[in-house]
């Protein structure tokens, strides 16, 4: 069984360097965990909820605490948001971000950017994925946003319990398929965790429009 969306990278934002380079002769992690708050919309409710996002961000701006997360939004009114915490002593590190920025920009000005949000989702969830670079083809394509690639198509596939060992040989082949006919296009490969309907195997490939 698998599903298929496309999203719109709406914004990147990063507090960790002022810039944003990437090495194609660095070597990636096999694996890389990221935290994932899902935000579904009521259409009608787009542009305030826009507006509070924005408005977040321009608060860990001000705040200035460590940390940066990339949103994304899906055709079907769904909003992303994906932190990189690389493992899970990074994860309980995110966790205490909330109450260092309310700290440095007070508690009424974070309670008042926070009230922007109301009334704007039907629902809302956290859970974790797995980055998997050593089954992902060419992990790092589009990640520059110079190359314009601010488009990622998805594609959710929920293999059957206990087949997880024979997914991973598929995804396996399937990237050494790519490999031999040099495809240009690359893609990242994301396993499910805590929160997700596991087994779950999510592919991401960048895309210009």
């Not at 542009?47 to 940390?67: H, R």
């Not at 089954?135 to 394509?141: E, N, Q, T, V």
Request: hydrophobic content about 35%.
């Amino acid at each position: 069984m698998f599903s298929r969306f496309t999203a719109l990278l709406v914004f990147l934002f990063l507090l960790a360097s002022n810039s944003y380079t990437i090495n194609a002769q660095e070597k990636l992690p096999d694996s890389e965990l990221y935290l994932i708050h899902e935000d579904v919309i009521y259409p009608y409710m787009t542009d305030k909820y826009e507006k509070a996002a924005s408005d977040f961000a321009d608060m860990m701006k001000e705040s200035n605490v460590e940390g940066s997360y990339t949103a994304l939004q899906t055709d079907i009114f769904t909003y992303s948001y994906v932190t990189p915490v690389k493992d899970y002593e990074g994860l309980a590190k995110y966790f205490d971000m909330r109450s260092n920025m309310m700290e440095k920009v007070g508690k009424d000005k974070f309670t008042q950017v926070m009230s922007g949000f109301d009334g704007c989702y039907a629902s809302h969830k956290n859970f974790l994925l797995t980055l998997r670079n050593d089954l992902s083809y060419k992990a790092k394509y589009g990640l520059n946003p110079e190359e314009g690639a601010n488009f990622r198509h998805l594609d959710y596939v929920y293999p059957m319990p206990g087949k997880e060992a024979e997914m991973i040989q598929i995804l396996k082949e399937y990237q050494a398929l790519y490999s031999s006919k040099n495809i240009e296009q690359g893609y990242r490969v994301y396993i499910g965790g805590i929160g997700t309907d596991m087994p779950m195997v999510l592919f991401v490939q960048p895309a210009k429009s």
